[in-house]
């Protein structure tokens, strides 16, 4: 195992022995639940077909997965700086990089694991109504890519501070700010109109991932803007390792 | 082993250390002192590749720092000043994380701990979480981790901080039992710690390094004097005829000052030592060692001597000498 696996077991551990961890997977498991239940089980629900039903599930799911990425990221590198411990980390033969992919990826891994215990709501709708397999495994692989770019967003986020608070105002500008720019490109002219839905990171991207519709294109949007701020991350812990 | 040469750190404009130049060779002890503030957790840092020199080089062991930190990293140990641990992980855990990070294989860690355990003692807390520890046991964990890839150099920044009495000798005696098989260095500004524990002494001031060498080569080149410190027991059969106000502690310090080479003579303690108050102590100060015609002239005078030493605060006197701006 290198020294990317031995950090991912020991984050992923300390997201299991915190209280945090808890909290956010159990504020993330009864408002998903309270939801469903809302938009399943509620006066409406008749009305809706199954799909529908699912899409609905699937935005309200990204809404808090989003959070919750946020919620998680925000401890990673900020903690260690308030408690001493990144000078283990920095006077180690450990490269930068391999700190933050094993962080990242330890996060990931718990909010996959949250995420994915929501999955018997889907599977109800699958046994009670009609939709396809397929619709759920996109949407659940759409929730894992949008959770891995805004845990990205809060690791760059966390690097730059060793405050958490600090870290979840930076985190939470940042996310907030590609969710927005949606919104707004539906209500201004071209061309940044088109400039702000292609790096929005909530809205035509998200679209086809609720809707059970795999595009190449949101895949590597996801996977870029991950990729960029994991970079963004590792540049930020290079320069503060040696400072 | 350690080679610095013109090394500065500067933050922004300000100097914080240097320019300092030293070498330190292979199984050395060495105590950097100095008053908060100089430079010394800078110079540590630096040396743990926890830090870019500004200016200057540094090799350990032939290796450059910033051409390959990670080939130093291996061949470093390195205590902060407040131990870095994990405090949701027990003490194995966190050593078995430790010992991976640093590069050992899983064999080898799971036979590096309980020998390192052992070292430091600590191995009635293996299984006990690391925030439930004192500072005393984290401490310890501290250098365990520091040591649990063998390295070459060890490196201690203040590692008494936060301990009390009897933690700060148990400290001393673990740093004592690693000399044999590492480098070390520590960095103080408690006088004893360094005292008793290193050979030679880097004195540093402002973030220059304004003396080196060992406490009495330091106090020599310092004072050209030499001070010793000799307790007499005062209900003895010395005569007290001739001595100022005809009191046997006038009478030892009579005697003391016709010894040849003497300088000054002052009664320290009046109790004595060891809580002895027929006794007292006297620091002597004197151009050469004079802890042998002291005693032989006390002892002709009919007096009983029951201690002699060098004097207990010479290091202090070098001390505030060199950093305070006046002689002790």
Redesign the interface.
């Known amino acids: 195992?290198g020294?990317t696996g031995?950090?991912f077991r020991?984050e992923f551990?300390?997201y299991t022995?915190?209280p945090m961890g808890y909290i956010v997977a159990a504020v993330v498991l009864l408002l998903d639940g309270i939801l469903f239940y809302a938009i399943a089980l509620g006066p409406d629900a008749g009305e809706r077909l199954s799909g529908a039903v699912l899409g609905i599930f699937l935005y309200f799911a990204s809404g808090l997965t989003a959070v919750a990425a946020v919620a998680l990221s925000i401890r990673l590198i900020a903690e260690e700086r308030q408690?001493?411990?990144?000078?283990?980390?920095?006077?180690?033969?450990?490269?930068d990089w391999e700190i933050v992919a094993g962080k990242f990826l330890s996060a990931l891994a718990f909010l996959s694991a949250i995420t994915f215990a929501t999955l018997y709501m889907p599977l109800l709708i699958l046994v009670n109504g009609k939709i396809a397999v397929g619709h759920v495994v996109i949407g659940y692989l759409g929730l894992t890519f949008l959770g891995g770019a805004v845990l990205s967003i809060g690791l760059f986020a966390t690097a730059l501070t060793r405050h958490q608070l600090v870290a979840a105002a930076i985190a939470s500008v940042i996310t907030g700010t590609l969710f927005l720019l949606w919104p707004l490109s539906q209500n201004i002219g071209p061309p940044l109109s088109r400039v702000f839905a292609a790096i929005a990171i909530h809205g035509r991207h998200w679209a086809g991932f609720q809707s059970g519709l795999l595009h190449i294109r949101d895949v590597v949007y996801y996977l870029a803007v991950t990729y960029f701020f994991l970079f963004a991350a590792t540049k930020v812990m290079e320069a503060k390792?040696?400072? | 082993m350690v080679h610095l040469t013109e090394v500065t750190k500067y933050y922004g404009k300000k100097r914080a250390l240097g320019p300092v130049s030293f070498e330190i060779a292979k199984g050395d002890t060495v105590g950097f002192l100095g008053l908060n503030g100089v430079g010394k957790t800078t110079l540590l840092k630096i040396l743990?590749?926890?830090?870019?020199p500004s200016s200057g080089t540094v090799t350990v062991d032939g290796l450059d720092v910033l051409e390959s930190p990670?080939?130093v990293?291996?061949r470093?140990g390195?205590l902060?000043e407040?131990?870095?641990?994990?405090?949701?992980?027990t003490v194995g855990d966190y050593l078995n994380?430790?010992g991976?990070?640093?590069?050992l294989s899983?064999d080898s860690v799971e036979r590096r701990i309980p020998e390192v355990e052992e070292r430091t003692r600590i191995t009635e807390v293996h299984d006990v979480p690391t925030r439930h520890l004192s500072q005393g046991y984290r401490q310890r964990v501290g250098v365990a981790?520091a040591i649990i890839h063998d390295p070459d150099l060890l490196i201690l920044d203040e590692p008494t901080h936060d301990l009390d009495p009897v933690q700060i000798m148990e400290m001393r005696t673990m740093i004592r039992s690693l000399k044999d098989s590492h480098t070390i260095l520590i960095s103080s500004h408690i006088l004893p710690e360094i005292s008793q524990t290193c050979d030679r002494l880097l004195i540093l001031n402002a973030g220059e390094i304004v003396a080196s060498g060992t406490e009495t080569e330091l106090g020599e080149r310092l004072f050209q004097s030499r001070r010793m410190a000799v307790t007499v027991r005062l209900d003895g059969n010395g005569d007290a005829g001739d001595a100022p106000g005809g009191s046997r502690a006038g009478a030892v310090e009579s005697v003391i000052r016709r010894v040849g080479g003497v300088m000054e003579v002052t009664l320290a303690d009046r109790a004595g030592q060891m809580g002895d108050a027929s006794a007292a102590t006297f620091h002597v100060e004197g151009q050469a060692d004079l802890r042998a015609p002291v005693c032989r002239a006390l002892v002709e005078a009919g007096h009983d001597v029951i201690a002699l030493s060098r004097a207990e605060r010479e290091l202090e006197r070098v001390f505030v000498g060199l950093v305070g701006g006046g002689r002790a």
């Open positions: 195992m020294a031995i950090i020991r551990r300390a022995r915190s408690a001493g411990t990144q000078l283990l980390l920095d006077t180690s033969p450990v490269r390792r040696w400072e | 743990a590749c926890g830090l870019r990670h080939e990293r291996k470093v390195y902060p407040l131990p870095p641990v994990y405090g949701d992980m994380f430790a991976r990070i640093k590069g899983t981790q």
